[in-house]
């Protein structure tokens, strides 16, 4: 079954969204994280969607969701890459995922988990 | 209704002359004449009557959607397009068309003395048939003035939403004029693209040159900077005056998390100490 891939970079994890994203998809991918997290005791957590191009109410809400899983479980999450059409999706849905970290890149992304867990 | 006698039409056209003196007369009292060479006036009496003994010729029905109206349907057209070239208005265009009625229904009465129903039926479909050409006039005018109209917004809309680039990592955005929902989309969308083409991180939206700030408009800024931020980018929102301030204070707007200057230059201040650089270094 499709999955997503979940990479440990020290003591972060990257999550990158290369797919379109299905229902199934994002519910088992919620799993899988939590799961890694308390595996690796991460500190923090950096998805990148710069990929995708399309998403409808539940995966925005999908994302948030992970995001703050994520935050509960002591990890620091920064969402990055989003598409212009995908954020305006959002806006108009009403999703605006307050309290979610957001950079442009992966690298700013990583930028920004450093600063955050206090290791420059 | 019955069509058009023939006997009418002989009637017409064997007072051709007459006819389109008489016109004349009358567009030179009205004062239709005006702006309009009398050499052009004249020949555009004489080829409209000529379209419409040609016309009358062919066609026995007076809807003038037939097929044989066709060349006349055309004259109108320019006629009408070269009216509103020297700037008069599409009543006198069509002014032009009725006065001719004026001259024909004497003639009628003339030729019909004898019958005055056939009279009373000829006159109708004379008179339904000139209204239909001058409203026809009347249309094509408003259709020309339209499309003015329409690629003037859309010319507008491109010319309005210039996305500049201020310093390495800041992008600024000046807007001028009312933001509606169309508009406010397009800057939203461009913008977007630009942060991503671009990279930068800050994006400053200048509102000195927005009249107005009401609730719809407020709205827009808030869905716009929304947007950034979910992109992982910083929205400034400078240039409110004193005076949109109030307004915004007083409609109980709430911007939120929103950072707002009174002018550019603060903005690109406050920017650049966020990116670390000050102005005196190069980036």
Redesign the interface.
Known sequence: MERIPILQMGEFLLVTIQVDMHDQLALRLQDDLTDRIEHTSARGVLIDISALDMVDSFIGRMIATISGLSRIMDAETV??????A???T???LGL??PGVS????VD??MHLLRKRVGRP | MAALQSSTLEAIVGNQAQLQRSWLEALEAKGAARNIREQDLRQETRDFLQLVIDGLGRESSTHIGAEGWEETRRFLEKLSASRAQVGQESHQTAFFIFALKGPLFDLLQAHYREQPALLAEQLWEISSLFDAFGLHTIRTYQKNREAVIKRQQEELLELSTPVVKLWEGVLALPLIGTLDSQRSQTVMESLLQRIVDTGSEIAIIDITGVPTVDTLVAQHLLKTVTAIRLMGADCIISGVRPQIAQTIVHLGLDLGTLTTKSNLADALKLALSRLGTTAGERV
Request: proline share 5%; no cysteine.
């Open positions: 969402l990055v890459g989003m598409q212009p995908v954020a305006i959002l806006v108009e605006t995922l957001t950079a442009l890149n700013r992304g």
